[in-house]
């Protein structure tokens, strides 16, 4: 199933990111996912709570952010908010619309605790100060 290869990406980078910076423990993750990625958030927390067994992400919480499918028409310049793969413009009935947003897939932030337990970083603020993109190779 396409989301254990997900959840199988998102686990090597979380205990890699753990690691480097010294997290014991991690206590949630906060994850962006496009809606043309089709991926299922219950499928995907549910295979977490899994594969989260016996790692020092068990028991931690999956937030999971879904970002809608943004289209752009080059003809008339007009964006909006599309149904995954109708992306007729309905502006001027164009077919040849971008897809600006909907592909996402990657890890916005997450939060755990170092060796102290009342050393949390701030919620919501990524310890590594960038986007950790999930590859499923
Ligand atoms: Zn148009």
């Known amino acids: ?17 753990a690691a480097e910076s010294g997290i014991r423990r991690i206590v949630s993750v906060r994850l962006k996912v496009g809606r043309l990625r089709g991926l299922e958030s219950r499928q995907l927390r549910g295979c977490f709570a899994l594969f989260a067994e016996d790692t020092l992400a068990e028991g931690a919480q999956l937030i999971i952010e879904e ?13 909006w908010v599309a149904a ?3 992306l007729q413009c309905p502006g ?46």
């Not at 199933?1 to 990111?17: D, S, W």
């Not at 970002?67 to 964006?79: G, L, N, T």
């Not at 605790?113 to 190779?137: N, Q, V």
């Open 1 to 17: 199933m396409h989301e254990t290869a997900i959840v199988r990406g998102l686990m090597r980078i979380l205990e890699q990111k």
């Open 67 to 79: 970002v809608p499918v943004q289209a752009h028409c080059p003809a008339c310049d007009r964006s």
């Open 84 to 86: 995954a793969y109708r």
């Open 92 to 137: 001027c009935g164009g077919t040849e619309a971008e897809i600006q947003t909907g592909r996402e897939l990657y890890i916005e932030s997450f939060e755990g605790e170092r060796a102290c337990p009342k050393d949390r970083t701030p919620a919501g603020a990524s310890p590594f100060g960038r986007r950790h993109r999930i590859t499923t190779l």
